[in-house]
Nanobody, 124 residues
Framework: QVQLVESGGGLVQFGGSLRLSCAAS????????IGWFRQAPGRERNWVSC????????YYADSVKGRFTISRDNVRNSVYLQMNSLKPEDSAVYYC?????????????????WGQGTRVTVSS
């Protein structure tokens, strides 16, 4: 079955850390840019980070820069999002996605395939 599966979400206190995983099955991630997005209740889905397909160049939204780190492990066919210094405003469902094109992107409309999401809740 071709799918992306996120894991690693949960409840964490202000200032804590979580590591999200995005694992692919049925296809390989190593030739695709991978993005992380998040969506809080009643809000639109927003771009968080992206990692390029070849040189592993990384990009971050200003709101998470310096706190989040995206990485990929092509052997494990997975992408990760290390989230440190978490704040209540980081609470959302986090989704990973493959891109339609060859380069990183920021709009949800540019995603080809989505995972089901993993919920992150940061308590104050």
């Amino acid at each position: 079955q071709v799918q992306l599966v996120e894991s690693g979400g949960g409840l964490v206190q202000f200032g804590g850390s979580l590591r999200l995983s995005c694992a692919a099955s049925g296809f390989t991630l190593d030739n695709k840019p991978i993005g992380w997005f998040r969506q809080a209740p009643g809000r639109e889905r927003n771009w968080v980070s992206c990692i390029s397909r070849r040189d592993k160049t990384t990009y971050y939204a200003d709101s998470v820069k310096g706190r989040f780190t995206i990485s990929r492990d092509n052997v494990r066919n997975s992408v990760y999002l290390q989230m440190n210094s978490l704040k209540p405003e980081d609470s959302a469902v986090y989704y990973c996605a493959t891109g339609l094109g060859e380069d990183c992107w920021v709009s949800p409309l540019g995603a080809h395939r989505w995972g089901q999401g993993t919920r992150v809740t940061v308590s104050s």
